[in-house]
């Protein structure tokens, strides 16, 4: 019988030190190193004998409590934690057994171990932000002065630079950064507080226990819990990572713009040697990393409705966020990463092509509008005046066939204008042609680009 492959992150998506961190035995490791800690911590306050502690300590780890162990415990008892509890008990030499998880709950333990996977996933997105922020930069850099053609509606606007469009991508991703960093300590936290949140198991030094065991995992713990970790938290994880998801898709949603036939101004890499764009169509260069990075951006972004909802719990908590959460830590967090990756690598092969940047704003000589209309102001025409002077103008162009048979877009716009009594009599030859470089007319974007790398330290 073949084994149904249910899920894409089985054997498609996600990078493998990442999807080890939530797998069977990265989660496994977690929960083991959440007990061992608790005793250890139990023992520094005289609640536990240490050589239980240090017994516990030693079978706490996969080479003594195995998956398929526990997993066989809870097929008899239906209790996922209590397996882990039992399996790592009868691995316990002498009455050490006896104070595994002694006064805690199931979830002190497993939101604990939560929190060791989200701040290893973290550091593992973190990094990524890193690499995106270099490719991002280092385009910024190259083509601080690359004028291209700025678009709004779809529509030719005026001239910008390649090199602000990335800057502007450079310090988006920066922000994304500063919310990982600020949010990680509202994120990873655990708790240690019992059934209910009082920490009534936990005897008269509750709180101290809490603390060491904080210490020694290297997370926050919960100062109020009821039976779980407020879910407030989570939520703040999804939502980071759907905010950071929706970045990482405009940027790949521009760069399969500009790789459009029609615009053909920069495209993802592309391997000549070996890649296969279609099936059917040889030619084919598809934009396809650009497109995987949109369609996973998606799925990470619908983590946020069902994290905002299991933070609806009944009284002390039910276990309708459980489910629920199997799903959404290991899929939100292994794509995200993913995207990341992809995001890094898009930007770090991006092929640019300036020759092809200033053929598309010669197609559209209208652009320089505004950069006519403001040099007619200069010269004593009122704006608005000036700004249905140059109105009327630029709507003639596109639409004068005949010409266009003989002349260029920018050569018919240019004639028009010259033609006009006001602009003849206001603009000299030279000056209306400095008016229409679209090189004169790209403003502070340089000055943008160097702010932006300075910002970000590159």
């Not at 240490?50 to 008899?76: F, G, M, P, Y």
Request: charged share 25%; net charge neutral.
């Amino acid at each position: 019988m073949s084994t149904l492959l249910a899920c894409p992150l089985d054997f498609r998506y996600g990078r493998p030190e990442v999807k080890a961190i939530f797998s069977e035995e990265g989660k496994l490791q977690r929960l083991l190193a959440v007990e061992a800690a608790l005793a250890r911590a139990q023992a520094k306050v005289g609640a536990v004998p240490s050589e239980a502690a240090r017994e516990i300590t030693r079978r706490a780890d996969l080479a003594h409590v195995k998956a398929e162990r526990v997993a066989e415990i809870e097929s008899e008892i239906r209790h996922d934690l209590m397996a882990v509890v039992k399996a790592l008990t009868e691995q316990c030499k002498g009455d050490a057994g006896r104070y595994v998880h002694l006064g805690v709950t199931s979830y002190d333990v497993i939101d604990c171990a939560n929190a060791l996977m989200m701040r290893d996933s973290l550091a593992h997105i973190e990094k990524g932000l890193l690499d995106l922020e270099a490719a991002l930069a280092r385009l910024a850099k190259a083509h601080r002065d690359t004028v291209m053609l700025g678009r709004t509606h779809g529509q030719a606007a005026v001239p910008m630079t390649f090199g602000l469009k990335m800057a502007v991508f450079l310090l988006e991703t920066r922000r994304h950064l500063d919310r990982l960093r600020e949010a990680r300590p509202r994120i990873v936290v655990g708790k240690m507080a019992g059934a209910v949140g009082t920490a009534a198991g936990l005897g008269p030094k509750a709180f101290e226990i809490a603390d060491l065991v904080a210490q020694d995992l290297g997370i926050g713990m919960e100062d109020g819990a009821t039976q779980i970790v407020q879910r407030d938290r989570y939520a703040e994880a999804f939502q980071l990572l759907a905010n950071l998801a929706a970045s990482l898709e405009k940027f790949a949603t521009e760069v399969r713009n500009l790789q459009r036939t029609e615009i053909g101004e920069a495209s993802e890499g592309f391997d000549v040697a070996k890649q296969v764009g279609s099936s059917t169509m040889a030619q084919k260069r598809n934009p396809v990393l650009a497109e995987k990075i949109s369609g996973l951006a998606r799925i990470v972004r619908s983590a946020v409705t069902p994290g905002y909802e299991n933070s609806i719990q009944w009284h002390e908590r039910d276990l309708a966020n459980s489910s629920a959460e199997r799903f959404l830590l290991p899929h939100t967090f292994v794509l995200a990463d993913e995207i990341l990756q992809d995001s890094a690598r898009l930007f770090h092969d991006l092929a640019v092509f300036p020759d092809r940047m200033r053929e598309n704003l010669g197609r559209a000589p209208e652009i320089m509008s505004e950069s006519v209309m403001l040099r007619l102001v200069d010269k004593g025409l009122g704006r608005q005046e000036a700004h249905e002077l140059v109105r009327k103008v630029a709507m003639k162009v596109p639409s004068d066939g005949a010409a266009a048979a003989t002349k260029s877009a920018r050569e018919r716009y240019r004639d028009e204008l010259a033609k006009d009594p006001t602009v003849a009599k206001l603009l000299t030859p030279t000056e209306l042609a400095a008016a229409l470089d679209p090189a004169t007319y790209t403003g502070h974007a340089g000055a943008m680009v160097d702010r932006a790398l300075a910002k970000t330290g590159y």
